[in-house]
């Protein structure tokens, strides 16, 4: 008997979150949408996962409105986003009643099918999710974070499965997002759900092993309803599988689509051009590379893992870090590797490397994760690790946000006029700092998103003219075209150097200044540390908070101050015992490596 089997785009989220660092702007999907919503597809991903996130941090996009924009365009498709359980959108757990508020609201503005997963398939974090997903009339779909490792094995994600199925969900996911399924793997692991529980079945599954198209073919003829794919000028490599092509395999069998292939190459090709807009964000690690099958990177994690690194001036340790992350990953007991335990394990396979000592710094996160703070470790974590991350206090051995007491009254106080909406609030809540100052400038009509670099054309060149005629570029942002005359440049003096230039005819006057470089008023670059007492870090960063002031006593090792970098925070300690002397330092500071942050004198 025939069987349609069902489409599931990803490309205005998780395709370009894998390949493109999140970066597409919303006017970059609005124009095709029109022709995205005549497909016919079963649900379109628009939402959730690291978007969010990138909206408020890098395009200074409110994603709200950008929810709200894509509903009124895709009127005829499901609307489907990606939900980490009790940590809805950002790398903690919420109490019950935040993530109650979020998906209510989440409902309200568009999103039909909620996809809810936790980093350590623990199912008690699913639970408030799944019955407010519930609550709100929508598709409740219960996710298993797919991986391999000693206590993986088919049954228990089976058992997973029917314990969602038990809570209420609408569906069962099998989540492969760092490509480690293999075909027979696959046929294994759907024929076994589907002999077990009645839900239907979607396979969502990078391919960045090479093998995403063959699974999900193994998926499709072992009982799988449904396949997550990508258009195919956003497929392939950390990305999944191109929608055409899976359309075109399928076309004329009993499992046929019923998708006009026509309609989605123009569609391919309006994604190609746009593509192009984004290209420095597209790294050398997001083609074919079946080493995911050892370091179990996700697609969403290598793309923007390299931007990171770029940033922080180390791309070329790359290979050293994930050769680190299968060694942490075993230390915390086997956790999936998918946000947030993704950027936890990360994170700290990076401090490993860049210090040369494993875990001579460990991140907050991994403390939190020890200590039980994100729920019920896989495996065995290592207990000489543990001791040294939190020493003798208690391990969780609840529901987390069992601990947690009711957070929406205080946030409403805390963020107060600055938020116009109940949406403004959640905001805040994912992401105080960065939520609080967005929501501050977007009400100011300051917003500066990060700049696109124009993408060059063939025979494009700025040349550099004679001495006194100005040196002229034609820049394009956003499809409006800049000519900008640089006239002159003034002598580097304390790290900057000012440059006078005209842009369509107004004169200016620029300061540039090296990145990642503290310019102090009057006083220079801060010193290098020399001293015992000299309190410096190992990596660039900001600082989050100052936890002394002047003329405190501080104990050799007490935490003095605390770091982020790579959305991941970190204690630093002091070196020695003594007094505080000076602070040169306040919150949101960026500082470097090597610097004195803080003078404790013996």
């Known amino acids: 008997m025939p069987k349609k089997i069902f489409v599931t785009d990803t490309v205005l989220r ?66 489907q986003m990606l939900l980490r359980g009790q940590n809805l959108l950002g790398y903690r757990h919420y109490s019950d009643d935040v993530v109650q508020a979020f998906v209510a609201r989440a409902a309200s503005n568009g999103i039909d099918v909620f996809r809810i997963f936790d980093a350590m398939n623990d199912i008690r974090n699913l639970r408030v999710a799944i019955e407010a997903v519930k609550s709100a009339g929508k598709h409740a779909q219960g996710t298993l974070a797919y991986t391999t490792s000693p206590v993986h094995t088919v049954q228990a994600f089976v058992e997973q499965a029917k314990q969602m199925e038990a809570m209420g969900c609408d569906s069962i996911a099998i989540k492969d997002m760092a490509g480690l399924l293999t075909p027979h793997a696959t046929g294994e692991l759907v024929r ?30 072992n009982g799988a309803d449904h396949i997550d794919t990508a258009i195919s000028s956003l ?30 190459q123009e569609i391919g090709l309006y994604f190609y051009a746009v593509r192009k807009k984004y290209h420095q964000f ?5 083609s074919v590379d079946t080493r995911v099958q050892v370091n179990q990177v996700p697609g969403g994690m290598i793309s923007n893992l390299a931007n990171q690194l770029k940033e922080q001036g180390a791309l070329n340790r790359m290979n050293e870090v994930l050769a680190e992350i299968p060694r942490v990953r075993e230390d915390l007991g086997f956790p999936p590797l998918v946000t947030p335990t993704s950027q936890i394990v990360g994170t700290q396979a990076f401090f490993n490397v860049l210090a040369g000592e494993r875990y001579k710094t460990i991140t907050n996160e ?6 039980g703070g994100y729920g019920k470790a896989p495996g065995t974590v290592s207990e000489t690790l543990r001791r040294q991350a939190i020493g003798s206090e208690d391990v969780i051995d609840v529901r ?12 409403r106080g805390d963020i107060g006029e600055v938020a116009q909406s109940e949406e403004d609030v959640l905001t805040f809540a994912m992401f105080p700092d960065i939520g ?29 003219q004679g001495e006194g005629v100005p040196t002229e570029f034609v820049i394009d942002v956003h499809g409006e075209t800049y000519r900008v005359d640089i006239t002159g440049v003034g002598v580097k003096a304390e790290g900057k150097r000012h440059f006078y230039l005209s842009i369509d005819g107004m004169p200016e006057e620029v300061v540039f200044e090296p990145l990642n470089e503290f310019v102090g008023s009057g006083i220079g670059k801060r010193k290098q540390a020399s001293a015992p007492g000299d309190v410096t870090t190992t990596m660039p960063g900001n600082i989050v908070e100052v936890l002394v002031k002047e003329g405190d006593q501080v104990k050799a090792g007490q935490a003095v101050m605390i770091t982020e970098a790579m959305k991941m925070e970190t204690e630093i300690q002091a070196p020695i015992a ?5 602070i040169h330092v306040a919150k949101g500071d960026r500082v470097t490596p090597g610097e004195v942050l803080i003078e404790i004198e013996d």
């Open 578 to 582: 003594g007094t505080v002397k000076t």
């Open 192 to 221: 076994a759900l589907k002999a077990e529980q009645s839900l239907p079945v979607f396979i969502h599954s990078h391919d960045t092993a090479g093998l995403a198209a063959m699974c999900q073919l193994k998926a499709v003829e």
């Open 436 to 464: 609080r100052k967005f929501l501050e400038e977007r009400n100011a009509g300051t917003l500066k998103p990060e700049a696109l670099l124009p993408v060059p054309e063939a025979g494009a060149v700025a040349s550099v």
């Open 366 to 371: 991994v403390k939190l994760y020890l200590q």
């Open 14 to 79: 998780d395709a370009h979150q894998s390949l493109l660092a999140t970066r597409m702007r919303t006017e970059d999907m609005l124009p095709i949408c029109d022709k995205l919503d005549k497909v016919g597809y079963w649900s379109l991903e628009v939402w959730g996962g690291a978007t969010f996130d990138a909206c408020v941090r890098f395009l200074k996009e409110d994603p709200w409105e950008r929810l709200r924009q894509l509903r009124a365009a895709l009127p005829n498709t499901r609307l």
């Open 235 to 264: 497929a392939w490599g950390t990305s999944h599988p191109g929608t055409e092509s899976m359309v075109a395999a399928l076309k004329g069998t009993e499992y046929d689509t019923g998708l006009d292939l026509e309609l989605l």
């Open 282 to 286: 597209e790294s050398e690690f997001t």
């Open 400 to 411: 987390p946000a069992d601990l947690l007491k009711p957070e929406m009254d205080k946030l």
